[in-house]
């Protein structure tokens, strides 16, 4: 297999089981029992967690000549993703890697960019199709989509508060690559600009999910799908 980087977006448990059947399947790694297939999960990975995977990363394998690795998190910090660039693109030879997160949104550009998703584009179809919504949507039907959205990370449950950040990564993203695909337009041009700000800083906890998102309502043309 030439590629060694993945990414399952989804539930935590249900993604877990979906890259260790990828070890059986596509790497034939025994699973049970086995210290090279080892799964790590986190609520938060943080920088130190990071370095921590860079060392899991490059011991080399027990009982054969391949290791799995599935790092599972429902927040990664912008930071921490930075810190794990240079284990995505170099990892030791035989070394697979699968990272489990909510959403395809909460990856940084640079990270998603050296990850192909384990089930082809399977796992962006929500994404994808959240964001198509949107932008083939009128303002009014934007504006109430936001309120929604911020409604959503006002709640009380951690849970529900995560997931509405989520959802406002995956739209900043595939707002990018929408205004990329036009980027020769001025506007289109001044979009990227203001997403390429936004996006780092929505991936921090106290990142102003109101100001970023109202501000992108005034900025964003009427049509860019």
């Known amino acids: 297999m030439n590629h060694h980087a993945f990414y399952v977006a989804g539930d935590s448990e249900e993604g877990i089981g979906r890259a260790v059947a990828f070890g059986e399947r596509a790497l034939e790694l025994p ?17 130190d967690e990071a370095r921590k995977v860079h060392d ?3 011991r080399m394998p027990t009982k054969g000549e391949k290791k799995l690795i599935v790092i599972a998190a429902s927040r990664m910090f912008h930071e921490a993703q930075n810190a794990l660039l240079k284990v995505f693109e170099e990892p030791p ?26 089930e082809g584009e399977k796992n962006t179809n929500a994404d994808s199709e959240f964001v198509q919504i ?28 995560q997931s509405a950040r989520n959802d406002a990564l995956a739209l900043a993203n595939g707002l990018a ?4 695909a036009k980027k020769d ?15 780092p800083i929505l991936h921090e906890r106290s990142a102003p999910l109101k ?8 900025v964003i043309p009427a049509r860019i799908h």
């Open 211 to 218: 100001l970023i998102l109202e501000h992108l309502l005034v």
């Open 31 to 47: 699973v049970s029992g086995n210290p090279d297939v080892v799964v790590l999960r986190y609520s938060l990975f943080s920088v």
């Open 93 to 118: 030879a035989g070394t697979y890697i699968v990272l489990v997160i909510p959403s395809e949104g909460v990856l940084i550009p640079t990270l998603r960019s050296r990850l192909l998703s384990l």
């Open 185 to 199: 337009m001025p506007e289109m041009q001044a979009l990227l600009s203001d997403l390429n700000r936004f996006i």
């Open 56 to 58: 899991v990363v490059h």
């Open 177 to 180: 690559k929408a205004a990329y």
């Open 134 to 161: 949107f932008l083939k949507a009128s303002r009014e039907e934007r504006e109430k989509t936001v309120a929604k959205l911020l409604d959503r990370a006002k709640s009380d449950k951690a849970e529900e508060k």
